[in-house]
């Protein structure tokens, strides 16, 4: 199996504090994991990749001091929305990368994502 | 730039159609990969299929079929006997090798709906 599981699945916060929201691979190990962001009847957008045990990397636009990531573990990484205004508010998925066992083929898999709302 | 296109913004049937969803990509890569997920009103993306690049091979799951044909670089979906829980926004995605690894570009997604 591969299950990846996301908490909280909502949360309404005050224009300000800070959110963490965190992504956990259940039953396999992802030295990658990967956060997207998903606006109303939209496609995903990439904001960062985890790096187990290094610095995320993130996209064009994205800025690294306003979304703190961190992956502390072969399970979990977390995204932290710091200092959030209503403009943050949002879907936010996470994947984990798995690798097929003796290739070099991976798939996503994403967790069931975050609904952030700031007021 | 790899580029994913779902040209159907929405499609609406009626139940135990056959509908097919369509993607087109762009890509200079020779070793690529794509994929179908599926959202469902829920959020969470279900991942559907893989398909490498070296393997042109259609694929049949239950009522799920994939036609891959690189000629054209197009890799549709279709659902036959369609069911209401089939409604949902599906995504095509294909992966890209950048600085060693590999992250997926999106289409714009499908949302379908299945009418009782």
């Known amino acids: 199996g591969a299950v990846v599981s996301q908490h909280p699945s909502r949360v309404i916060c005050k224009s300000g504090t800070s959110v963490k929201i965190e992504c956990r691979s259940l039953d396999f190990q992802a030295t990658t994991m990967f956060w997207y962001r998903q606006f109303p009847k939209q496609s995903l957008m990439l904001m960062a990749t985890s790096n187990e045990g290094s610095k995320a990397t993130y996209e064009q636009g994205v800025e690294k001091d306003k979304f703190l990531i961190n992956h502390a573990s072969l399970t979990l990484s977390t995204l932290t929305v710091t200092s959030a205004h209503p403009e943050d508010s949002s879907f936010y998925i996470c994947?984990?990368?798995?690798?097929?066992?003796?290739?070099?083929?991976?798939?996503?898999?994403f967790g069931p994502g975050t609904r952030l709302l700031v007021l | 730039a790899q580029k994913v296109t779902q040209a159907q913004t929405e499609i609406s049937v009626v139940e135990k159609e056959d509908v097919t969803l369509d993607c087109v990509y762009e890509t200079r890569d020779t070793t690529y990969y794509l994929f179908w997920y599926k959202q469902p009103p829920s959020g969470e993306l279900v991942f559907l299929i893989r398909r490498n690049s070296f393997d042109e091979q259609n694929e049949i799951s239950g009522r799920y079929s994939w036609n891959f044909q690189k000629s054209t670089s197009s890799f549709n979906f279709t659902i036959t006997a369609s069911q209401v829980v089939d409604s949902a926004v599906y995504f095509c995605a294909l992966s890209e090798v950048y600085q060693g690894a590999q992250k997926l570009v999106f289409g714009q997604g499908t949302r379908l709906t299945i009418n009782p």
């Open positions: 994947s984990a990368r798995k690798w097929i066992p003796g290739t070099s083929e991976e798939t996503q898999y």
